[in-house]
Structures are given as structure tokens and as C-alpha cells.
């Protein structure tokens, strides 16, 4: 019935938990931002449809339109510099919302955050390391994107220092609201097989109302009025505002960049992700008992 | 609430009237779990026994704080599981039924950081080997065999060295070979002190590895008692077969000797022999069935 000694499978006792102290929240976020980026990097899909997508649109949309000039009178831009503030908000929404949204619904269904639950791992270090992942991601996706468009594109980025301040709390704003949103609508795909098609159609349909392919005065007054709503098109005309000139703050719906506006718009929607997402939130599947 | 989780000695689990429904009022209720009754001792393996839907998985999950009762009160480790934090998860290590997670990371890389958020973890690759998964340490999650990815359940489910395990139905899928290690690796968390309830449908495992066997049936308790009295000591009696004028005959008795001398004078052929002769004591499996198919009322076995 037994093995021989030799072979038998023992383990040595645990050490005795005593006076051992629960690790810290900040070595448990570490270990999380470890598992969450290596999972991330290995998963081909979403390095192409996460990562690397506003990088193909914005190579493929100024190869193609290259010679178009975006702009009103001789205030005129290339259209890769009108293409790119775009494609930086497009990143930071996928990198932010979409990746949250659906990892996190996979993450409930095949029963990852259920096997979480049953160790000692607080939900601060989850959501840490998940946040630690969309710092990571997107950050590196929009270095990749200004430098794709500086270098292949020849367009010029801004040299003052207000305008990087801009980027920088639009940006911060942005995706901080993006994942909040992200956590607070994994809720909604009753399924991990069906998070993608759930969460995709949305991005989608906001990109394309929020001026990220179509320049935002060219939609109906209607739409803009319903994409205002949102915050993508608040995320994309601040990145318009820090990568085009001033002049062309005339193509927004006001005439003006808004930076009021959209500060309160995209902080609103962080205080509503916040609020929904730990009110919503749950470790296991609806069906789970 | 009882918060002094740190008390090391008495019981491990103790549940008294636990009661668990499914369903919706449009719908219906189902019972799982209709009125249960358990104490785990520290230091004791318990193994619980029952069909498919008797409400195994349930009462685990509710003890391990996954899910939430209808009624009954129940401590684990001192603590009500519906209301415990993270120096109780700390405690305790689970093996759920089923498992689908964990891709991307390697064997090594799994478990290496689940041990990081215990207090007091177990060696990660004294845990690697024992489970046998030394060869496969570097392999993604993703393409391990259907009884590799039990076996690194399990290694998550010990990497914490926790005072008490669940494993819920643990060797599904284990080849002959490795549910033999299994049980050294139990044995020896047994000799560590670990308090362990495991759920099972294999009558061996139950039998090799635990002190007390407790079979449920539509959420109520059977029986209960060491796995060799289980059922008492008449389900024990054994059964003496043979053919008589081309019929199957058998009898229950005590006595089997002498039932066998009594046949050997008056039944048997010119040879000398009784044909189709069988003497046999009901196996573990044997009474486990009878509990089943009879249900009947609760019977209870002295230990
Ligand atoms: N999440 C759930 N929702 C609705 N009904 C459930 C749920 N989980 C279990 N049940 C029902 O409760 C009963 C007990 O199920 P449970 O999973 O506890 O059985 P089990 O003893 O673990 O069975 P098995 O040996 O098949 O694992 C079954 O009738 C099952 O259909
Ligand atoms: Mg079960």
C-alpha cells in the first residue's frame, strides 16, 4: 500500500506561523504587478489587440492619408499629428477600460479571483497590480506612439512645459478613469467567453463617435452632443489640445480646448467607476452559490 | 462573533442545523444541505462520502467562506467563515472541485507567488516535489495534462502551510501511481499536524487515508464513524454464496465457517465441493451502496 521510504512523498511540517506577520500591501502589489504583467505580455492576443492596435492605426492611417493636411485656412497640420492625439486616447482607453473590463470578467469566470480569494491576498493588492499593469502598458504604448510619430512621421511634438503639464493630468485622469470603469463594467458580460464581444462593440462605437477616426467637427451635432457624455471624446480633445496648435482649438465644438470642462467631465466619470466598481465588484461568478 | 482565532487546541470545525436552499420563489427551492451536523477535531482527517449532488461541495465552500448559509451555526478555526479577514485565510488551505485558471505563468511562477502572500509559507520547491511536479516546474500553467493541473491545485492549495485543509474531491484525474503519492503527501501533512477535510468518491482513498468517514445523502448525514465500522457492525457481517439445484443461494452470518461445513455435508457434488461457493465481507464500497440505496435513518458508529 505504501512506497518504500525512500520514495515516499513527504513534506517537511510549515513553519510554525507564530508570530509571523502578514506581508505588507505594498510587497503584495508587487508580486501582483509581477503576475499580472508577465501574464499580460505572454497573452498574444492582447498585445495585438490591446497594445500594438493604436500603433498599426496610427502607421496605417498616415501612410495611407499621408498627404492630407488636417485644419482650417493656413493653420494646417500633417495628418499623422492629427491622427496622433487620437490614437494616444484610443491607447489609454484600451489599455485602461477594455483590458480591465475583460480580464477581470475572464478573471471571475475561470475562477482566478475565487482561488485569490482563498488566500490571504487583500483586494487592495489585486486591484494594485492590475493598476500597476495599465501604468506599465500604457505608458510604454504611448512612448511607442510619440515616438513612432515623431521619428517615422515628422511630427513635431510640443516643447513647453505647459503643454506636457496638460498631457500629464489628462493623461493621469484618463486612465485612471479608464480603469475604474474598466473594473466597474467587468460586471456586466454574464460570461469570460463573452466579455470580449461584450466589451469590444462599446469601445468601438465610442471611438468612432468621439473624433478619434473622423475629426469630432465633421459628426452630426446630435452625436457630438451624445458622445460628450462619454469620456473619450473629453480624453481626446485634451490630447488634441497638447499635441495641436492653438489655432485649431476653433474645430472644437466651442471653439476653445475646455480643459475645464473635460477635467470635471473625466473626474466625474472616475468618481462614478470608483463608487460602481466597489460597490459591484464580486470574486465569483453569479452562478456560484 | 468569536474573533480568538488563535486557539490551538479543540476544534478545528464545528457546524450544528446547517441549512443551504437553491433556487428562486418562481422557480422553486432545493435543498443542498438540510440540517448538518460536524466537528473536526484538531489533527483529524475527516473524509465526507456521498452521490453526486448530496451537497459535498456546498457545505466545503460555506465552511471555507465562499458561500453563504440559510442557517446553522458554524466556526472554523474559531471564526464564522461568512465574517472572517485575512489572518483566517492565512489558516487555511483549499483545493475547490474545479479548476480552469491560471495560463500564462509557469508551474514555479504560480506557485512561488501565491507563497508570498502567506505569513509563514512552505518551501516553494519542497512543494514542486511534493507533488511531482518537479519536471514540469517550468512549463506554462496552460499545457499541463488534466491530473498536472490537480496536482498544482493542490500544491497551491499546501503552499501556504495551512493549520487546515479543504480538498474537494483532490485526485480527480490522478494516474494510479500518483493518487498512491497523494496519499503519503496527506500522510505526512497528517504527521505535521494539518487538520484536513477532503470530499471523495474513491471508497480506497477514504479508507487509506482518514480517521472518521461521514456519508451524506440529499444534504443530511448517514452515517458516520472510522471507516472500518462504518454502516455497523451487521454490515460487516459477511455473505456466503453458492449454487443449489441451479439457483443462487447466499446467507448473511457470523458463523461463516460453519455454514460452509453444514453445505460441505449436505449440498455438495460427488467431488466434495459446494459449487459456486463465496465467502466474502462487504467492502467499504459495499456498505457505502446499502447507505445509499436505502437512505435510511441516520446511524451512527461509536468510534
Ligand atoms: N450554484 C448553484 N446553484 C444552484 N444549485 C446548486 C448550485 N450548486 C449546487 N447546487 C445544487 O445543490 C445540490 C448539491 O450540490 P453540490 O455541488 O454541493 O453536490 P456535491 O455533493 O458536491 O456533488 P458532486 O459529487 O457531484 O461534486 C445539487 O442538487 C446541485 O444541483
Ligand atoms: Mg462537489
Known amino acids: 500500500m505504501t512506497a518504500s521510504p525512500e520514495t515516499r512523498t513527504v513534506i517537511p511540517a510549515a513553519p510554525q506561523p507564530g508570530p509571523a506577520r502578514l506581508p505588507g500591501i505594498g510587497t503584495l502589489a508587487l508580486v501582483r504587478a509581477g503576475v499580472e504583467l508577465r501574464s499580460f505580455v505572454r497573452e498574444r492576443d492582447a498585445v495585438i489587440f490591446l497594445f500594438l492596435y493604436p500603433l498599426v492605426m496610427l502607421a496605417l492611417f498616415a501612410t495611407v492619408f499621408g498627404k492630407e493636411a488636417e485644419g482650417i485656412g493656413d493653420v494646417t497640420v500633417n495628418f499623422a499629428q492629427y491622427f496622433l492625439p487620437g490614437m494616444i ?6 489599455t485602461s477600460f477594455q483590458s480591465m473590463a475583460i480580464s477581470i470578467a475572464v478573471e471571475r ?20 497590480g492590475k493598476v500597476a499593469q495599465v501604468l506599465v502598458t500604457s505608458a510604454l504604448q504611448t512612448a511607442l506612439l510619440l515616438a513612432l510619430a515623431a521619428l517615422v512621421f515628422d511630427v513635431a511634438l510640443p516643447t513647453d512645459v ?16 479608464g480603469t475604474v470603469l474598466g473594473v466597474a463594467f467587468s460586471s456586466v458580460p454574464r460570461s469570460g467567453r463573452s466579455a470580449t464581444a461584450v466589451v469590444t462593440p462599446v469601445v468601438l462605437v465610442l471611438q468612432f463617435i468621439s ?9 452630426p451635432s446630435w452625436l457630438q ?3 460628450s457624455v462619454f469620456p473619450l471624446r473629453w ?29 470635471a467631465v473625466l473626474a466625474a466619470w472616475l468618481l462614478v467607476g470608483l463608487v460602481v466598481g466597489t460597490r459591484t465588484f464580486r470574486w465569483r461568478r453569479r452562478d456560484d452559490g | 462573533m468569536d474573533t480568538t482565532g488563535t486557539i490551538s487546541s479543540g476544534r478545528a470545525v464545528r457546524v450544528r442545523g446547517l441549512r443551504k436552499r437553491y433556487g428562486t420563489p418562481r422557480a422553486g427551492f432545493k435543498h443542498a444541505v438540510a440540517g448538518l ?17 448530496a451537497g459535498k461541495t456546498t457545505t466545503v465552500e460555506i465552511l471555507e467562506g465562499f458561500r453563504e448559509r440559510d442557517a446553522g451555526e458554524v466556526a472554523v478555526l474559531g471564526q464564522d467563515p461568512a465574517h472572517a479577514g485575512r489572518d483566517w485565510r492565512a489558516r487555511l488551505g483549499v483545493v475547490t472541485q474545479e479548476s480552469r485558471d491560471l495560463g500564462e505563468l509557469t508551474v514555479a511562477e504560480t506557485i512561488r507567488a501565491t507563497a508570498r502572500y502567506y505569513p509563514a509559507p512552505r518551501d516553494p520547491d519542497d512543494v514542486i516535489a511534493a507533488v511531482g511536479l518537479g519536471e514540469k516546474a517550468r512549463t506554462r500553467v496552460r499545457s499541463l495534462s488534466g491530473g498536472q493541473r490537480r496536482r498544482l491545485d493542490v500544491a497551491l492549495g499546501i503552499v501556504g502551510g495551512p493549520e487546515l485543509l479543504f480538498l474537494d474531491e483532490p485526485t480527480t484525474g490522478f494516474d494510479p501511481q500518483a ?5 503519503d503527501l496527506v500522510e505526512s501533512l497528517r504527521d505535521g499536524g494539518t487538520t484536513i477535510l477532503l470530499t471523495t468518491h474513491y471508497l480506497d482513498e477514504a479508507a487509506q487515508l482518514a480517521d472518521r468517514v461521514l456519508v451524506v445523502h440529499d444534504g443530511a448525514l448517514v452515517a458516520e464513524g472510522p471507516p472500518g465500522t462504518l454502516g455497523g457492525a451487521e454490515a460487516r457481517t459477511p455473505v456466503v454464496r453458492w449454487t443449489q439445484d441451479g439457483e443462487p443461494r447466499s446467507e448473511r452470518t457470523e458463523r461463516p465457517t460453519e455454514l460452509v461445513a453444514r453445505l460441505a455435508r449436505e449440498t455438495a457434488g460427488p467431488d466434495g465441493e459446494v459449487p459456486g461457493l463465496q465467502v466474502t465481507r462487504p467492502s467499504l464500497e459495499d456498505v457505502y451502496l446499502d447507505l445509499i440505496g436505502a437512505a435510511p435513518e441516520t446511524t451512527k458508529v461509536a468510534s
Open chain 1, 225 to 227: 452632443t451624445i458622445a
Open chain 2, 179 to 183: 493518487r498512491r503519492s497523494f496519499w
Open chain 1, 162 to 177: 505647459g503643454r506636457w503639464f496638460t498631457f500629464a493630468w489628462v493623461y493621469v485622469l484618463g486612465t485612471a478613469a
Open chain 1, 109 to 128: 469566470d475561470d475562477g482566478t479571483l475565487k482561488r485569490l480569494r482563498a488566500t490571504p491576498l487583500p483586494a487592495s493588492a489585486y486591484f494594485l
Open chain 1, 235 to 263: 480624453l481626446a480633445q485634451g490630447m488634441r489640445s497638447v499635441f495641436l496648435p492653438e489655432d485649431l482649438a476653433t474645430l472644437e465644438q466651442t471653439g476653445t480646448w475646455q480643459h475645464g470642462l473635460t477635467a
Open chain 1, 89 to 94: 486616447a484610443t491607447g489609454v482607453m484600451l
Open chain 2, 37 to 53: 451536523d460536524l466537528d473536526i477535531d484538531r489533527g483529524e482527517i475527516v473524509a465526507v462520502l456521498g452521490p453526486n449532488g
Open chain 1, 211 to 219: 473624433g478619434v477616426f473622423f475629426p469630432f467637427y465633421t459628426l
